[in-house]
C-alpha cells in the first residue's frame, strides 16, 4: 500500500493543469458524463493521470472493462443500463475525488470490488451513475509472524490464497471456495467458507478496516466506533460507505490436510445416506467440512434420469486420523482410502473452485482464468432434519428441470454454534444444520430471455414452495451474498423492507443497520435495490 502513496506524492509533485478544451479530448467526454468530467479536472492535480483511469461510452476501452466481472449473460446485453463514467481508481485520494463530484452532480454511486454479484447490483442501476471499479487497488501484505493480512478493496479470494500459499502451509484464511469473489463483498456480507466450522465466518477474523465514509472521511476501526465496525462485518458494506482495505486475522492449518470425494445415485442409497448426514455431519468434529452436491443426470445413454449427490469433504487432519472416525459415525457414507488424499490446504481452494489439486496455484491469481458463470441463485438455511419423504419431494422437483440445476449443502456446526446471532450482522448461527444454496445456469444460452432460459426461472422459483416446509420459518432466513431480488425491494417503509431485511439479517439485527445508517449516510447517497433503508421518520419514533 505504501507503495500506492508514494507514487500518488510523486504524481502531486510533477503535477500540471489544462484547459477543458484538451481535457475533453483526454477523457472522450459524452454529453451526460460532462460535468463530472469537469468536476474532476477541478479537483485533480495530475489531469494526464487521472485521464487514464477514467472511462465513458465513447471510450474504446469502456466495454471490455465494464464487461470484465459483469454476468456474461444475464446482464451483458445493450439495453442493461450501464454507468456514466466508470473510475478505476490507484489511490484513495482519486476516490475522494470521484466521490465528491458524484455527489456534487447527482450521480448515483456504485462499487465493484470483485466478480461474483449475483443480481448484477454493483455495475448496474436505473439512473446515471458513477461505477467506482477498485481493479486497480488490490496490494495484499502478509505478516506470517503476527498471522495477519492487510488486503486492499479489490483484491479476490484467489490473489489472497495464492498470497498466503507462497509464504506459508501452515496458515491460511477462512473464507469462500471461488477465486473470483472479491474479498471486500465477501467479508461485508460475513462470509463463509471450508474453515467455517473450526473458525467462524470472514467476517469473524476481521481485525480492522479502513474506510471513506460519505463525507470522504477516512477512518478505522477505533476512529469509526463499534457500531459501524459490527455493520461493515455483514451488513453490506456497500450501504454504508467504502472499504479501502481490511486486516484480517490468518489462522493455524495443518501443513498437510485430508480430501475426499464420495459420489451417490439414488439408485445407490443416496436419499439414506444424505438423511444421515444432515444428524451426523452439524455434531461432528469441527476439523471436518462436508458439502453435499446435487445435479439430475441421464441414467448412461438412456433418457431415464437420476439425482446424483456428491458428497466433498475436507478434514483438518491426516488420512489415518479420519477414517476411524467416519467409520464409527457414517459408515454409510463409505470413505475409504481410496478416495482420499493428503494435500496442501492451497489445493484445497483449486479442488472446491473447480480446478484439479495438481493445477498450479498461480491460477488463482489469474483472473482471465477464472471461469465466467452467468445464473440465477437463491438461499435458505435447514435447522430441522429433512424427512426422507420429504428428501423425495425435493428429488422429484429436481428431476422435472433440465439438467441445468445445481444445488449446494454446506454443513455448519461447530464454531458457528458458539456466536450470538448478534455478534455481527451476520445471524444464521447456532441451531443451522447446513446452507442450502441452489441455482440454475445460463451459460448454454445466448439469454436469460429464451423460452428455456425463461423454463428455468420459473422452475427455481417454483422450487422455493417445494422448499418451504423443510427450511427456516420466521423469518424464511437467506444470506446476503447470494443477494435475490425476487425477495422484494421495496423500502419506503420499514414494514415493506423488512419482508426482505428479516430474511438477510434478522429483525433486531436489521433494526440495529437501520439505525447505524441513519447516522453514517443520513441522505442515503449509498443505496442500491436492497441497500439498507433511510427512514423521513426517526427510526426511534416509527
Not at 143 to 168: D, K, M
Not at 286 to 314: A, H, W
Request: with cysteine; aromatic share 12%; net charge positive.
Amino acid at each position: 500500500m505504501n507503495n500506492y502513496r508514494s507514487v500518488f506524492l510523486l504524481v502531486l509533485a510533477l503535477s500540471f493543469c489544462v484547459s477543458f478544451g484538451a481535457l475533453s479530448s483526454i477523457f472522450d467526454v459524452t454529453s451526460t458524463s460532462e460535468d463530472f468530467i469537469t468536476c474532476l479536472q477541478s479537483n485533480s492535480n495530475n489531469v494526464s493521470t487521472i485521464s487514464q483511469l477514467v472511462f465513458t461510452p465513447v471510450n474504446t476501452s469502456y466495454i471490455p472493462i465494464w464487461q470484465a466481472a459483469a454476468d456474461p449473460i444475464r446482464f451483458n446485453k445493450s439495453y442493461i443500463s450501464k454507468p456514466s463514467v466508470i473510475v478505476t481508481p490507484t489511490n484513495e485520494t482519486q476516490i475522494q475525488t470521484a466521490l465528491l463530484c458524484a455527489k456534487k452532480h447527482g450521480y448515483e454511486f456504485r462499487i465493484r470490488d470483485g466478480g461474483h454479484d449475483f443480481e448484477g447490483i454493483s455495475y448496474t442501476a436505473n439512473a446515471p451513475f458513477v461505477m467506482l471499479d477498485l481493479v486497480n487497488m488490490r496490494a495484499i501484505e502478509i505478516n506470517v509472524e503476527n498471522r495477519t493480512a492487510l488486503v486492499q478493496g479489490g483484491a479476490l479470494l484467489g490473489e489472497l490464497y495464492y498470497t498466503i500459499s507462497q509464504l506459508t502451509d501452515t496458515l491460511y484464511f477462512p473464507a469462500g471456495i471461488w477465486a473470483g469473489v472479491g474479498v471486500s463483498g465477501f467479508l461485508s456480507g460475513g462470509g463463509y467458507g471450508n474453515l467455517l466450522r473450526k473458525y467462524g465466518l470472514g467476517a469473524d477474523n476481521v481485525l480492522d478496516v479502513r474506510f471513506m465514509d460519505v463525507n470522504g472521511n477516512i477512518l478505522d476501526r477505533k476512529s469509526m466506533g463499534e457500531d459501524l465496525f459490527w455493520a461493515l462485518r455483514g451488513g453490506g458494506a456497500s450501504s454504508f460507505g467504502i472499504v479501502l482495505s481490511w486486516k484480517l486475522r490468518l489462522v493455524p492449518v495443518p501443513e498437510k490436510v485430508t480430501l475426499f470425494t464420495v459420489n451417490v445415485t439414488l439408485e445407490q442409497g443416496a436419499t439414506d445416506i444424505f438423511h444421515k448426514y444432515q444428524y451426523v455431519l452439524p455434531k461432528f468434529d469441527r476439523d471436518l467440512i462436508i458439502r453435499v452436491q446435487i445435479n439430475s443426470e441421464n441414467i448412461g445413454n438412456t433418457t431415464k434420469k437420476t439425482v446424483r449427490l456428491l458428497f466433498d469433504g475436507l478434514y483438518q487432519g491426516n488420512i489415518d486420523t479420519l477414517l476411524p472416525l467416519l467409520n464409527q459415525s457414517f459408515p454409510e457414507l463409505n470413505v475409504t482410502r481410496e478416495v482420499c488424499k493428503e494435500v496442501r490446504m492451497v489445493q484445497t481452494t483449486l479442488q472446491f473452485g473447480g480446478f484439479t489439486t495438481s493445477t498450479p496455484p498461480e491460477v488463482l491469481a489469474n483472473r482471465s482464468a477464472i471461469p465466467r458463470l452467468s445464473y440465477k441463485g437463491k438461499s435458505d438455511y435447514v435447522r430441522t432434519p429433512i424427512p426422507k419423504s420429504g428428501l423425495r419431494k425435493i428429488w422429484r422437483k429436481i428431476l422435472q428441470n433440465d439438467k441445468s440445476e445445481t444445488l449446494f449443502m454446506y454443513t455448519f456446526g461447530g464454531k458457528m454454534e458458539e456466536y450470538s446471532e448478534t455478534a455481527i450482522p451476520y445471524p444464521h448461527r447456532a441451531g443451522v444444520l447446513y446452507q442450502v444454496f441452489r441455482r440454475v445456469d445460463f451459460i448454454d444460452q445466448p439469454s436469460d430471455k429464451t423460452a428455456i432460459s425463461r423454463r428455468r426461472l420459473a422452475w427455481i422459483r417454483s422450487f422455493d414452495k417445494t422448499l418451504e416446509p423443510y427450511v427456516s420459518k420466521n423469518p424464511r432466513e437467506a444470506y446476503l451474498n447470494y443477494i435475490d431480488l425476487d425477495l422484494g425491494v421495496g423500502s419506503a417503509t420499514f414494514e415493506e423492507a423488512s419482508v426482505w431485511g428479516d430474511r438477510y439479517w434478522k429483525r433486531e439485527n436489521f433494526k440495529k443497520l437501520i439505525r447505524i445508517k441513519a447516522k453514517v449516510d443520513p441522505k442515503n447517497f449509498f443505496r442500491h435495490p436492497q441497500s439498507i433503508p433511510v427512514f423521513s421518520t426517526p427510526f426511534s419514533d416509527m
